[in-house]
Nanobody, 115 residues
Framework: QVQLVESGGGLVQAGGSLRLSCVASENIISFNFMGWYRQAPGKQRDLVATIISGGNTNYADSVKGRFTISRDNAKRTVYLQMNDLKPEDTAAYYC?????????WGQGTQVTVSS
């Protein structure tokens, strides 16, 4: 069973930065698709950023220009660099990976941005 472990969340003031990490228990080259989602209390889980095996990336409009997703295959890690954070970015952030017809989720890491 694939395991994804997120870290890097915390409390930050508006305008600050955080970098989230997601370490996989297996070689991430085998995943077709990895990404970050977030879920605020009482809201649905929304896509934040994705990176495919070829390296192409995609972002939600709300984070374009502020967040950057990247991967380090040797470390089996996907990162989410978050700059210029806003209170509306407050949510639990989840790492996601897909391989063929199987999908995997991490346990989530909380990001709280104070105004």
């Amino acid at each position: 069973q694939v395991q994804l472990v997120e870290s890097g969340g915390g409390l930050v003031q508006a305008g600050g930065s955080l970098r989230l990490s997601c370490v996989a228990s297996e070689n991430i080259i085998s995943f077709n698709f990895m990404g970050w989602y977030r879920q605020a209390p009482g809201k649905q889980r929304d896509l934040v950023a994705t990176i495919i095996s070829g390296g192409n990336t995609n972002y939600a409009d709300s984070v374009k220009g502020r967040f950057t997703i990247s991967r380090d295959n040797a470390k089996r890690t996907v990162y989410l660099q978050m700059n210029d954070l806003k209170p509306e970015d407050t949510a639990a952030y989840y790492c996601y990976a897909q391989r063929s017809f199987n999908s995997y989720w991490g346990q989530g890491t909380q990001v709280t941005v104070s105004s």
